[in-house]
């Protein structure tokens, strides 16, 4: 069902019908079924669905289920709350404002679908609490320790000049000062590598973990089936439970 909040008296009605259209082809696009909506006068425009499903209970990706050793895979690259920051200041280039519309707009539809003949061990998205919020969920869900390689990790580049210029969410910074608690990052990695990990995000990827000896059979499939930026980005390793290691 559409959740919207609009601001009919300052944009026209326009506006709003483009927002519904697109929301309306993406429910198209994941196979589920648009069955009406709510919506209200707002200063700022608002929209999202409210989602209802069912699920095989015996089928479901929790964030609890790493194992040591597995492999995380992350799906889509960071980036996108600095890029969007960006653009309400008026410094974004347009190729990264063209970037960051066709990461949110991808649904994870397809890289769900290629990952169920394998063993996923823990799943979660990555998106409000930015990678390095997730991760921690994974991990203390998991009781494990994971060790995320920042040179690995997908970035849409222009983000890191965008960091760099301070163009960064007050979301992400805060993400950054909560994750720091449990999170260790390397003293040798530059500033900006902690406010792109922890960036806030629209619509990012997964992040799965999966088998070792899975992975390079999952990557090739990810990158075949049209997810081309997957990324081995770390590992669950044995350490304290709930704690998340970067280095290079």
């Known amino acids: 069902m559409n959740i919207v909040g609009f601001p009919?008296?300052?944009?026209?009605?326009?506006v709003l019908g483009e927002i519904l259209r697109g929301g309306s082809e993406k429910v198209q696009e994941a196979?589920?079924?648009?069955?009406?909506?709510?919506?209200?006068?707002?200063?700022?425009?608002?929209?999202?669905?409210?989602?209802?499903?069912?699920v095989n209970p015996k089928?479901?990706?929790?964030?609890?289920?790493?194992?040591?050793?597995?492999?995380?895979?992350?799906?889509?690259?960071?980036?996108?709350?600095?890029?969007?920051?960006?653009?309400?200041?008026?410094k974004?280039?347009?190729?990264?404002?063209?970037?960051?519309?066709?990461?949110?707009?991808?649904?994870?539809?397809?890289?769900?679908?290629?990952?169920?003949?394998f063993d996923v061990g823990a799943c979660t998205d990555v998106t409000g609490f930015g990678l390095l919020g997730h991760s921690l969920e994974i991990a203390r869900a998991s009781k494990c320790t994971l060790e995320l390689y920042a040179g690995n990790i997908p970035v849409i580049q222009e983000a890191w000049d965008y960091a760099l210029a301070g163009y960064v969410p007050?979301?992400?910074?805060c993400n950054l000062e909560v994750a720091k608690k449990?999170?260790?990052?390397?003293?040798?990695?530059?500033?900006q590598v902690g406010l792109i990990l922890a960036d806030a995000i629209t619509s990012g990827g997964l992040l799965v973990?999966?088998?070792?000896?899975?992975?390079?059979e999952v990557l090739l499939a990810l990158h075949q089936g049209g997810v081309l930026e997957a990324s081995p980005i770390g590992f669950v390793i044995e350490g304290e439970p709930g704690t998340v290691i970067v280095t290079q």
């Open 8 to 14: 009919t008296q300052t944009l026209p009605l326009a």
């Open 31 to 54: 196979g589920a079924v648009l069955l009406g909506g709510h919506s209200i006068q707002d200063k700022e425009p608002k929209y999202g669905l409210a989602v209802t499903g069912i």
């Open 59 to 90: 089928k479901i990706w929790t964030n609890g289920g790493a194992r040591q050793g597995d492999v995380l895979i992350l799906t889509k690259p960071l980036g996108i709350g600095i890029i969007a920051t960006a653009i309400k200041n008026g």
């Open 92 to 117: 974004a280039s347009e190729a990264a404002q063209d970037k960051a519309i066709q990461v949110m707009s991808t649904l994870n539809k397809k890289a769900c679908e290629i990952l169920q003949p």
């Open 170 to 173: 007050g979301g992400s910074k």
């Open 182 to 191: 449990a999170c260790h990052l390397s003293p040798q990695l530059v500033p």
């Open 209 to 216: 973990t999966v088998p070792q000896e899975q992975v390079q």
